[in-house]
């Protein structure tokens, strides 16, 4: 079942794995738990099943891939559930009547006063099933579980994305940050050495012609001199790539693929994506924003503990404009106002409750979806609509204000081609193996 990725370059190293037991149940609450300390990205050694039967944890070896990780569901039914972690990573509980929701939160310590929410969903069988871990992530990449969430502008303050529906996303892998400089150099000098790519008029293109990435510009990350697609600015190799068309950017999924011998997802003859596929591809909208959301529902950001924002949070553009911006310090942040671009190293703020770095702000993402406004029917994994003028691209940027840079927010006037200074973006991948079911 678990594959093997190879490595990227300029991630963050490997930690070790940590320790998974069960603790008995009280009050309607499962407890699993994490009994190790070790932080950062893991890779699973040694896995047992941690079972619970009458309240006796009885056994308790498994081990986990990223962070401390302690869990608990809640379920509608009163009876304490009895759950267990399979050694593929998922919790699974039994309830003695069907239906309603389920909550399942994680923190980082037993003791913690920080439980958040991490997953939620319908409980439709007697037992549920959801994969909380994977063990056995790409490098770079973080597992996000599948789940429902309320997506849209739940706080009124954007027009554009509405109504507020409910979607469900099943599981699949997000790359922990945005795409660097480093990196998209890197696969376009591949492309352009297997005579994928041509460089004209301060472009990369595609051989049809068509523009991927520009070089020229004063705030462009690339350049192409002796021969080699590279940085404009050597000392910039972890700030995120910009100057990349939204055909530049399946562009570059589909040669990451091949580079890795995966299957690429998209045609580039008429700019349609496989889903089947299981090659780089970029989020969908919605599984953008269940990402950013972090297992939360109703914020306007992507951290879990309050409603407002400041430049010790993210990379943008301070104002008194909106009265949940309470930054100390206005205008672009201090720390990267005099670069050009303004941008910051990809991880220089906190990560979310899935991991993810500068889903805030920093650079804008460019996803998969055409602008429409949102359906109000319940969906599971949408796509967006089949035909449109404008793609999206979600989170905001270091020039933005603090509208732009919440959870909801979409750019909604971006034409596939165009370059901007401030839109870069990151890519998925499917799981290998298929995914929970809604
Ligand atoms: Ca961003």
């Known amino acids: 079942m678990s594959k093997t990725y190879p490595s990227r370059p300029g991630l963050p190293p490997a930690s070790t794995a940590s320790t998974v037991s069960l603790v008995p149940a009280i009050a309607g609450v499962s407890r699993l738990v994490n009994t190790s300390a070790a932080q950062g990205l893991g890779i699973i050694r040694r896995m047992g099943v ?36 399979s050694r593929d990573g998922f919790l699974s509980w039994n309830l003695s009547a069907t239906g309603g929701t389920y909550v399942i939160e994680r923190a980082p310590s037993m003791a913690s006063t920080g439980w958040l929410h991490y997953a939620r969903g319908l409980s439709t069988n007697e037992q549920t099933s959801v994969q909380v871990v994977h063990t056995n992530p790409p ?35 997000l790359l922990a940050h945005e795409v660097t400089t480093a990196e998209l ?22 051989l049809k012609g068509t523009n991927l990435v520009r070089l020229g510009a004063v705030s462009s990350e690339l350049r192409f001199a002796t021969n080699r697609i590279g940085l404009r600015r050597p000392d910039r190799s972890m700030y995120p790539g910009n100057h990349t068309t939204w055909f530049g ?44 959301r972090g297992g939360a529902e109703g914020r306007r950001f992507t951290w ?5 924002i400041t430049h010790a949070q993210a990379n943008y553009r301070s104002s ?32 979310n409750h899935f991991g993810l770095y500068d889903m805030c702000g920093n650079v804008w993402e460019w996803v998969w979806d055409w602008w ?3 359906p109000a029917a319940y969906q599971i994994n949408p796509t967006g609509p089949a035909t449109g003028r404008h793609r999206i691209f979600r989170g905001g940027a270091w020039k933005t204000t603090a509208e732009r840079v919440t959870n909801a ?18 890519i998925a991948l499917p799981l290998p193996e298929a995914g929970s079911r809604p």
């Open 139 to 173: 490098p770079g990449f973080r597992f996000i579980p599948g789940g429902r969430f309320t997506m849209g502008d739940i706080l009124s303050d954007h027009t554009v994305a509405k109504p507020v529906h409910q979607v469900f996303v099943s599981p699949f892998f």
């Open 409 to 426: 927010s979409r750019y909604i006037s971006a034409r596939p081609e165009s370059t901007v200074e401030d839109v870069g973006f990151r």
């Open 50 to 85: 941690a079972l619970l039967m009458l309240g006796i944890p009885v056994c308790a070896t498994a081990q986990l891939i990223e962070r401390d990780h302690f869990f608990r569901v809640f379920s509608p039914d009163k009876s304490p559930p009895t759950a267990q972690l």
């Open 372 to 374: 429409d406004r949102y």
């Open 249 to 292: 950017a399946v562009t570059y999924c589909n040669f990451l693929s091949m580079m890795h011998g995966l299957n690429p997802s998209y045609d580039l003859d008429n700019w349609t994506c496989n889903f089947t596929n299981r090659g780089y591809r970029l989020p969908t909208e919605s599984e953008w924003e269940y990402a950013a």
């Open 320 to 351: 008194t404009n909106n009265v949940y911006d309470i930054s100390p310090t206005r205008g672009y942040h201090p720390d990267n106002a005099s670069n050009i671009p303004s941008s910051s190293p990809v991880g220089s703020f906190a990560m």
């Open 185 to 206: 150099a890197e696969v376009f000098q591949w492309a352009y050495e297997n005579q994928l790519v041509r460089i004209a008029d301060n472009f990369i293109n595609d």
């Open 304 to 308: 879990h503990d309050s409603d407002t």
